[in-house]
């Protein structure tokens, strides 16, 4: 058995080398932390300082076989055995439950099994409780809303993105605080948390009466999204990729000939000299800062594809490699990344610069000012930022901050931070960078997130509506995907002109409209450009309906400014899921392929090809108007909508002020 202690307003408890500490963290929120090292540790996670003038009102009782810390909403328990529960104190609903297995068993509900030198594989195990759905955990490729019964891995992949934030139908969230490579089993018999490789456990749960306050309080203790930059709602041109400055200002200049409206225009990878070098190759684009001059007149920005890779032949390399700035290898030469580059017959092999480590990040920083923001470039598309390692070995990494199996997965979130920092310094206040990748805390350096290179296909389209809702749940309000999907889509051929329809017009009503891809037919392979991919590449036919989502997304724009508003204020994303509006009714946690688009607007997009009508679910407790032909249908009910190639259903609380805007468009079909 072990005892309890109090430290000011930390309940303790503590038996043989393992010492567990349970305290206040942020508004109905708390922080277990525990170890063996007999002290708190102070190791890279996600939680922000608590501020100075923090005096939460806490209620500790200690008694002989039990102890108790009350903060808020949220009461924390824990047996003299060590064994944690957590309750809901306005209700008295249990939320959470260590398990101990077997009671034979001399497995214990908290296992520090040692690894190697100071790290342990940490594990932690919970009762599964009957009827609980989950969501959150980040952007994942499995196809599903509600993860119970999943197993995810906790590392950062190429489409798969970890933010170990779990927001539970029993109304609490769950924050597995731990950069660590890992994995959580969300199983029908328990919960189970792993850490492969850690010094500590570390988890902060949160208790919440709906769960727009868990998505708040999560906010809160994470970072909120800074303000939504005004030119960020609109139109963004992409594609793999414009090969000279002179091909993509004459796309810009397309865009404005046709009065179509063109917010961003990217510069996708092999824009530069060797990977590393982090410049534009003066001799596809010899005048950067006049492109960025006549496209800023044209009301464009400029993004470029930023790598964090370094080749050996960069110009930077020699010097990070001597003053440490590369992540290592434990064994082996020190590349992590086979590809391709400039000047390199064959495959070509890099190194990641070390964004872990502070002196690292600075200087990537200075050479990205000194190529890039001194021409005017103030927007940056952060790929491959997992980083992408190849082949998948963390435990061969070696990190400024430990090794990989300790620290890998909080690479992007730093990565991330320095950007941020960096056009802080330098007085940029509308900060939004482009990442493939995040971790728990990445929205309070404006990170957008987009779904990585998914494939050009209905089921794919049907994957990433699932993917954009769950990381909507993890607190990455800003997120997008490639329109049309990244590979595979022939522009010439029927299906994908379908296909493009129906993503544009599900990606109108994502936060950020974004249109990329590596289209087919291809007539060299990459790095040369793939096929055309602009919003006049699909056909005729085609090209009238993206005509008109256009402009729709326009006038939408003034309501995504109001709903970007209240994710920087309260941490609640702009699309997310029927249940976060509509808790009380029981139906809406089964809906996996609709979502709302801020309070007013439903939307549930055509996922299947051929399909010109789909069902919809309309929430209880109010009346909805389809947003085209004005019916109005009580909720509560399932409807047959009309959904032919121009439309994609659309339904408005009726009180909405918003039908307008539709009817309008609506008129032009």
Same mark, same amino acid.
């Given at each position: 058995?072990?005892?309890? @202690? %109090? +430290? /000011?307003?930390?309940?303790?408890?503590?038996?043989?080398? $393992?010492?567990?500490? *349970?305290?206040?963290? !942020?508004?109905?929120?708390?922080?277990?932390?525990?170890?063996?090292?007999?002290?708190?540790?102070?190791?890279?996670?996600?939680?922000?300082?608590?501020?100075?003038?923090?005096?939460?009102?806490?209620?500790?009782?200690?008694?002989?076989?039990?102890?108790?810390?009350?903060?808020?909403?949220?009461?924390?328990?824990?047996?003299?055995?060590?064994?944690?529960?957590?309750?809901?104190?306005?209700?008295?609903?249990?939320?959470?439950?260590?398990?101990?297995?077997?009671?034979?068993?001399?497995?214990?509900?908290?296992?520090?099994?040692?690894?190697?030198?100071?790290?342990?594989?940490?594990?932690?195990?919970?009762? @599964? %409780? +009957? /009827?609980?759905?989950?969501?959150?955990?980040?952007?994942? $490729?499995?196809?599903? *809303?509600?993860?119970? !019964?999943?197993?995810?891995?906790?590392?950062?992949?190429?489409?798969?993105?970890?933010?170990?934030?779990?927001?539970?139908?029993?109304?609490?969230?769950?924050?597995?605080?731990?950069?660590?490579?890992?994995?959580?089993?969300?199983?029908?018999?328990?919960?189970?948390?792993?850490?492969?490789?850690?010094?500590?456990?570390?988890?902060?749960?949160?208790?919440?009466?709906?769960?727009?306050?868990?998505?708040?309080?999560?906010?809160?203790?994470?970072?909120?999204?800074?303000?939504?930059?005004?030119?960020?709602?609109?139109?963004?041109?992409?594609?793999?990729?414009?090969?000279?400055?002179?091909?993509?200002?004459?796309?810009?200049?397309?865009?404005?000939?046709?009065?179509?409206?063109?917010?961003?225009?990217?510069?996708?990878?092999?824009?530069?000299?060797?990977?590393?070098?982090?410049?534009?190759?003066?001799?596809?684009?010899?005048?950067?800062?006049?492109?960025?001059?006549?496209?800023?007149?044209?009301?464009?920005?400029?993004?470029?594809?930023?790598?964090?890779?370094?080749?050996?032949?960069?110009?930077?390399?020699?010097?990070?490699?001597?003053?440490?700035?590369?992540?290592?290898?434990?064994?082996?030469?020190?590349?992590?990344?086979?590809?391709?580059?400039?000047?390199?017959?064959?495959?070509?092999?890099?190194?990641?610069?070390?964004?872990?480590?502070?002196?690292?990040?600075?200087?990537?920083?200075?050479?990205?000012?000194?190529?890039?923001?001194?021409?005017?470039?103030?927007?940056?598309?952060?790929?491959?930022?997992?980083?992408?390692?190849?082949?998948?070995?963390?435990?061969?990494?070696?990190?400024?901050?430990?090794?990989?199996?300790?620290?890998?997965?909080?690479?992007?979130?730093?990565?991330?931070?320095?950007?941020?920092?960096?056009?802080?310094?330098?007085?940029?206040?509308?900060?939004?960078?482009?990442?493939?990748?995040?971790?728990?805390?990445?929205?309070?350096?404006?990170?957008?997130?987009?779904?990585?290179?998914?494939?050009?296909?209905?089921?794919?389209?049907?994957?990433?509506?699932?993917?954009?809702?769950?990381?909507?749940?993890?607190?990455?309000?800003?997120?997008?995907?490639?329109?049309?999907?990244?590979?595979?889509?022939?522009?010439?051929?029927?299906?994908?002109?379908?296909?493009?329809?129906?993503?544009?017009?599900?990606?109108?009503?994502?936060?950020?409209?974004?249109?990329?891809?590596?289209?087919?037919?291809?007539?060299?392979?990459?790095?040369?450009?793939?096929?055309?991919?602009?919003?006049?590449?699909?056909?005729?036919?085609?090209?009238?309906?993206?005509?008109?989502?256009?402009?729709?997304?326009?006038?939408?724009?003034?309501?995504?400014?109001?709903?970007?508003?209240?994710?920087?204020?309260?941490?609640?994303?702009?699309?997310?899921?029927?249940?976060?509006?509509?808790?009380?009714?029981?139906?809406?946690?089964?809906?996996?392929?609709?979502?709302?688009?801020?309070?007013?607007?439903?939307?549930?997009?055509?996922?299947?090809?051929?399909?010109?009508?789909?069902?919809?679910?309309?929430?209880?407790?109010?009346?909805?108007?389809?947003?085209?032909?004005?019916?109005?249908?009580?909720?509560?009910?399932?409807?047959?909508?009309?959904?032919?190639?121009?439309?994609?259903?659309?339904?408005?609380?009726?009180?909405?002020?918003?039908?307008?805007?539709?009817?309008?468009?609506?008129?032009?079909?």
């Amino acid at each position: 058995m072990g005892y309890f @202690s %109090q +430290e /000011g307003n930390t309940l303790v408890w503590q038996e043989n080398q $393992q010492k567990l500490w *349970l305290r206040p963290w !942020g508004k109905n929120g708390l922080r277990v932390q525990c170890n063996v090292a007999g002290r708190m540790l102070d190791l890279p996670q996600a939680l922000l300082e608590l501020p100075g003038d923090y005096s939460p009102e806490v209620l500790i009782e200690i008694e002989e076989e039990r102890a108790s810390i009350r903060h808020g909403l949220i009461q924390g328990t824990i047996s003299s055995s060590g064994r944690l529960r957590f309750t809901n104190t306005q209700t008295g609903q249990l939320l959470l439950e260590e398990s101990i297995g077997n009671p034979f068993s001399v497995s214990a509900d908290r296992q520090f099994k040692f690894r190697n030198g100071r790290l342990f594989k940490i594990e932690t195990r919970f009762k @599964s %409780q +009957e /009827g609980e759905r989950f969501f959150g955990l980040g952007q994942h $490729q499995h196809g599903l *809303l509600d993860q119970k !019964g999943c197993v995810i891995e906790l590392h950062q992949r190429n489409t798969e993105v970890t933010i170990p934030f779990v927001v539970s139908n029993r109304k609490y969230g769950f924050l597995w605080n731990n950069p660590s490579v890992g994995r959580v089993e969300l199983g029908r018999n328990a919960t189970r948390w792993v850490a492969e490789g850690s010094q500590q456990l570390d988890y902060y749960i949160v208790c919440g009466e709906t769960y727009a306050d868990i998505l708040e309080r999560y906010a809160e203790v994470t970072g909120k999204a800074p303000d939504f930059p005004a030119w960020a709602s609109g139109f963004w041109q992409c594609k793999l990729r414009y090969e000279t400055q002179e091909e993509l200002l004459n796309v810009a200049r397309e865009y404005k000939r046709r009065g179509l409206p063109l917010s961003v225009i990217v510069a996708d990878f092999f824009h530069w000299s060797s990977m590393g070098d982090w410049k534009f190759d003066p001799i596809c684009w010899p005048d950067p800062a006049a492109m960025t001059k006549e496209l800023e007149a044209l009301g464009v920005k400029l993004m470029v594809s930023v790598w964090p890779t370094v080749s050996p032949i960069s110009e930077n390399y020699q010097f990070m490699t001597e003053r440490g700035l590369l992540i290592n290898n434990e064994y082996g030469v020190d590349a992590q990344h086979v590809f391709i580059d400039n000047g390199v017959k064959g495959p070509a092999y890099f190194a990641y610069y070390d964004a872990t480590n502070p002196e690292a990040r600075q200087f990537h920083w200075d050479v990205i000012q000194k190529n890039y923001f001194a021409n005017g470039v103030k927007l940056f598309w952060l790929d491959n930022d997992e980083p992408d390692i190849n082949p998948w070995h963390p435990e061969n990494l070696r990190f400024f901050l430990g090794n990989g199996v300790e620290v890998a997965s909080i690479y992007p979130l730093l990565h991330q931070m320095a950007y941020y920092d960096g056009l802080q310094a330098l007085g940029e206040t509308e900060i939004l960078t482009l990442s493939r990748s995040g971790w728990a805390g990445s929205q309070r350096y404006g990170a957008a997130l987009w779904s990585g290179d998914v494939a050009s296909t209905f089921e794919s389209l049907q994957v990433q509506v699932r993917a954009g809702l769950n990381i909507a749940m993890s607190g990455i309000p800003w997120w997008t995907t490639d329109i049309g999907g990244f590979h595979g889509g022939d522009i010439h051929s029927e299906y994908f002109r379908e296909l493009i329809v129906r993503w544009f017009q599900y990606a109108a009503f994502c936060p950020i409209f974004r249109l990329h891809g590596y289209r087919l037919p291809l007539h060299d392979p990459m790095p040369k450009s793939g096929a055309d991919n602009e919003a006049w590449s699909f056909g005729e036919t085609a090209y009238g309906i993206l005509r008109d989502i256009l402009s729709l997304r326009e006038r939408l724009r003034p309501y995504i400014h109001e709903q970007m508003q209240v994710a920087s204020q309260r941490g609640l994303p702009p699309m997310r899921p029927l249940f976060v509006d509509f808790p009380e009714d029981p139906v809406c946690e089964t809906i996996e392929d609709q979502f709302m688009f801020g309070p007013e607007m439903m939307v549930a997009p055509v996922l299947c090809e051929g399909a010109r009508e789909r069902e919809v679910y309309l929430p209880s407790g109010v009346e909805w108007i389809n947003a085209w032909d004005k019916t109005v249908h009580p909720g509560g009910q399932r409807i047959n909508v009309p959904a032919p190639l121009e439309t994609i259903p659309v339904f408005l609380k009726s009180n909405s002020g918003l039908i307008d805007i539709f009817h309008a468009v609506s008129d032009q079909h």
